[in-house]
């Protein structure tokens, strides 16, 4: 059992910065990779960024390559996912995911713990 507590959203202005963090407890030595999608309204669920816990491989979705960074401390248990550059596109509702295992890249359908998400919102 894997719990992941996300953290970090709020409202902030186009080209401007957020750091997102997700904590996580419980059984995360099983855990391999962990990532983050996104959700705005009336649009699916959206991968936006993995990384592997152990090698520290990370993995972004086109649209943030170039603005987003993905990053783990292994002795705080968390992930971090900051954000430059931001745009009005980027608002959503991100989420924390945790996969056991998980090919290189991870596919969705591999994540097997998620958490409740974090609201992010870019606007003027």
């Known amino acids: 059992q894997v719990q992941l507590v ?16 997700c904590a996580a ?12 999608f996104r959700q705005a309204p009336g649009k699916e669920r959206e991968f936006v960024a993995a990384i592997r816990w152990y090698t520290s491989n990370t993995y ?11 990053s783990r401390d292994n002795a705080k248990n968390t992930v971090n996912l900051q954000m430059n550059s931001l745009k009005p596109e ?19 359908g591999q994540y097997d713990y998620w958490g409740q998400g974090t ?3 870019v606007s003027s």
Not at 8 to 20: A, D, H
Not at 25 to 36: A, H, L, P
Not at 60 to 69: L, P
């Open 6 to 21: 996300e953290s970090g959203g709020g409202l902030v202005q186009p080209g401007g910065s957020l750091r997102l963090s």
């Open 25 to 36: 407890s419980g059984r995360t030595f099983s855990s391999v990779v962990m990532g983050w």
């Open 60 to 70: 972004y979705a086109d649209s943030v390559k170039g603005r987003f960074t993905i």
């Open 90 to 108: 980027d608002t959503a509702v991100y989420y924390c995911a945790a996969a056991r295992r998980a090919t290189s890249p991870p596919l969705v």
């Open 119 to 121: 609201q992010v919102t």
